[in-house]
């Protein structure tokens, strides 16, 4: 059974800083991975979907990777701004067409 | 505007009255899911349906029935409420199993 793991499982940050939030995935047989954001009490925002055939996406100041073989998926936020502050979750798309979440990282990007 | 609606937004209830979420969706999507979400175990997918009478269970179905009538609605029906079924719930579509999901704004349920 598919298992997702984020770590760290929050993260504060002053403003500019460079940032890689890790997605972890036990199954390598996924076919597409996608990142997410979620503010407070609001529903999810895509950000990034990458497909198994890819190795990343880039979508302005940020960009996914995704590594089947080591069961890793990174998203990197560029000069990161207060606004980015938010909760990501990354969701894997198996077999069978269930969705797995992880739990999510919670990024506070101080101004 | 594309997008997933879902009504009500707020709901407390009391165990055992039977209700309905509704989900409808405008993008002719094929795939819509349910999803709950709770404090410090992310969303777990509930159900999901490929197309038109077609659903088939996600990790957490106990307790929760679905029906796909119509392309465009996916309603999630809590026979028979429990307060372990307060939550928040989550409905998405997309065109296929595998791509980009779009979700709903939430349902926010409390049962008593």
């Known amino acids: 059974k598919q298992e997702v793991t984020q770590i760290p499982a929050a993260l504060s940050v002053p403003e500019g800083e460079n940032l890689v939030l890790n997605c972890s995935f036990t199954d390598s047989a996924i076919y597409n991975l996608q990142w997410f954001r979620q503010d407070p009490g609001k529903g999810l925002t895509s950000l990034l979907l990458?497909?198994?055939?890819?190795r990343e996406q880039t979508s302005g100041r940020l960009n996914a990777s995704l590594d089947k073989s080591s069961g890793r998926s990174t998203l990197y936020i560029a000069a990161s701004q207060p606004g980015d502050s938010a909760t990501y979750l990354c969701?894997?798309?198996?077999?069978?067409?269930?969705?797995?979440f992880g739990a999510g990282t919670r990024l506070f990007v101080k101004a | 505007e594309a997008q997933v609606t879902q009504n009500p937004r707020y709901l407390i209830t009391v165990t055992g009255k039977k209700l309905t979420v509704t989900c409808s969706q405008n993008m002719n999507h094929e795939y819509m899911s349910w999803y709950r979400q709770d404090p410090g175990l992310g969303l777990r997918q509930i159900y999901y349906s490929m197309n038109v009478e077609v659903t088939d269970k996600g990790d957490v179905p106990e307790g929760y029935k679905v029906s796909r009538k119509e392309k465009r609605n996916f309603p999630l029906i809590l026979e028979s409420p429990s307060p372990n079924q307060t939550s928040l719930y989550f409905c998405?579509?997309?065109?296929?199993?595998?791509?980009?999901?779009?979700f709903g704004p939430g349902t926010r349920l409390l049962v008593l």
């Open positions: 969701a894997s798309y198996t077999g069978g067409f269930k969705t797995i």
């Open positions: 998405a579509s997309s065109y296929g199993g595998r791509e980009t999901q779009y």
């Open positions: 990458i497909q198994s055939s890819q």
